[in-house]
Nanobody, 115 residues
Framework: QVDLVESGGGSVQPGGSLRLSCAAS????????MAWSRQAPGKQRELVAS???????TYDDSVKGRFTISRDAAKNTVYLQMDSLKPEDTAIYYC?????????WGQGTQVTVSP
């Protein structure tokens, strides 16, 4: 069983920044990839950013240039730095870790962007 614990969510004004953290219960290099996804009310969950074991990064077009995914292997933690936040970024953000065909998910953290 893999445990993923997200933190760092909150409320911020448009243009502000937040950094989300996802602490894993084991060595993050055990995973093929880790990712951040989000789900807004009434919408499907969507992939925001990912990082694979080799360090390859991917971003959804809606966050390119504003969000940065990174990792700290010593802390078994993956981060999502979110800058220039917009109201449409409001959602519950979930961390996930993939091992072969199986994905593990955290409990989510709320991000609210409003004036």
């Amino acid at each position: 069983q893999v445990d993923l614990v997200e933190s760092g969510g909150g409320s911020v004004q448009p243009g502000g920044s937040l950094r989300l953290s996802c602490a894993a219960s084991e060595n993050i290099f055990n995973f093929n990839a880790m990712a951040w996804s989000r789900q807004a009310p009434g919408k499907q969950r969507e992939l925001v950013a990912s990082i694979n074991v080799g360090g390859r990064l991917t971003y959804d077009d809606s966050v390119k240039g504003r969000f940065t995914i990174s990792r700290d292997a010593a802390k078994n933690t993956v981060y999502l730095q979110m800058d220039s936040l917009k109201p449409e970024d409001t959602a519950i953000y979930y961390c996930s870790a993939q091992i072969l065909s199986h994905s593990y998910w955290g409990q989510g953290t709320q991000v609210t962007v409003s004036p």
